[in-house]
Structure formats: C-alpha cells, structure tokens
C-alpha cells in the first residue's frame, strides 16, 4: 500500500481530531473523504449528506435543491449535535464541508472541541471552473450521483456562485489561521488522493 509511512504518522497526528474538506461542486469532497475517512480509520461525515437525509426538514431540502446554502441556525441546529454522538468517541473525523458559510466555522469549530474532535486542519481542493463542467458534463453520461436535482445545469451555476460568495471567505479565514492546506484536484483521483496525502504529511511536519 502506498505512504504506509505517511498515514501511520497521520494517524498518530489526528487522534480523535478532525480535519475538513471544502470544494466547488465537483471537486470530489466526498470521494476524497471516503478515501481518506478509511486510511485514517476515522468517521466521515459530510454536511451535504445529512441535509439530504430523512432527518432534515423539507424546507431545508428545497434550499439545497435550487443550489442555496440552507439558513445557518437551523444548519447549526441539525449539524452540531452530530458530532456529540456516544458512537464517535474517540473516533477521528473527516468532513466534507461542514460550516459552508462564514460565521459559522466558530461554532463548527467550538462544537467540535467540546465533542473531543478538535479541528487539525482544513483541506482546499482547488479545481478550475473548466473541471468543475468537465466533470458535470461525465457524471451526466455515468449517472453516478444519484438523483441529486442541484446538479441540473441551471441551478450548478447557483452552487457556483453561493461557493464564491459565502464559503470561500471560510476558506480564507483558515488561510489566516494556518490551517489550511491546498490542494490541486485537477488532475485524477488517484493524483488527488496522493497531494492530499503529502499535503497533511507537509502540514504536520511543519507543526
């Protein structure tokens, strides 16, 4: 297996920590967590997801369906006492763009000390707008998100805009706080996976 070296040190660096993942649409966030979620023996847990899920309010479901970020209190309301859950003690968090709009990484982040999973890094993975409708135009032909009404062209462009807007302020605001890592995704996954490895093993070096 490959950075065997570099994930046990990760590891042993993340604990029961989190680190989180942020992205256009199409950057592979998800993807990415999974795969890193599994070589870190952590818990991925992605914001989009449990909005998607049976637990959250219809009208919270429409926001994202026209590509909007759902109001922050009721988002902070469904997300924060996620993380407290008696199952992920002890255990280490991948997240997949938990807290999308700015003002709500301080409770994200305060949530997540108190639960005993406190923040370690964030990762970016920087795609271009290219990417992003190469991407879109393939998972048309391979039908491999599900039905997922946020992907129509229409409303992508919303997604868009609601990135550049309200999260990439989050993400600049980590910038500041050193804990932000960058990564180029767009290249393979493979690739991808390989710079974010490097990237936390680079990060925690310098610590």
Known sequence: ?????????LKTWLD????????????????????????????????????????????MKDHIAKGLLTPTDEYLDLM???????????????LSSVGRWFGEHTHVRRALQESGHPLKAVLFIDISIDEL?????????????????DDAEHILETRILEFETKTK???????????????????????????IIEGLDSFIGEK
């Open 1 to 9: 297996m490959k950075h065997v070296r570099q994930i046990k040190k």
């Open 16 to 59: 029961s920590g989190s680190i989180n993942i942020f992205g256009l649409p199409f950057a592979g966030k998800d993807t990415h967590g999974r795969e890193l979620a599994q070589l870190l023996d952590a818990e991925l847990i992605g914001g989009g997801a449990i909005i998607r899920s049976d637990l959250t309010p219809r009208h």
């Open 80 to 94: 924060l006492p996620y993380f407290s859950q008696t199952q992920f003690d002890n255990k280490a968090f991948v």
């Open 133 to 149: 409708h190469r991407r879109w135009e393939a998972s048309l032909t391979l039908q491999d998100r599900g039905q997922r009404h």
């Open 169 to 195: 302020p989050v993400i600049d605001h980590y910038q500041s706080e050193r804990l932000l890592i960058h990564i180029d995704g767009n290249g393979t996954q493979a690739k991808t996976l390989d710079h």
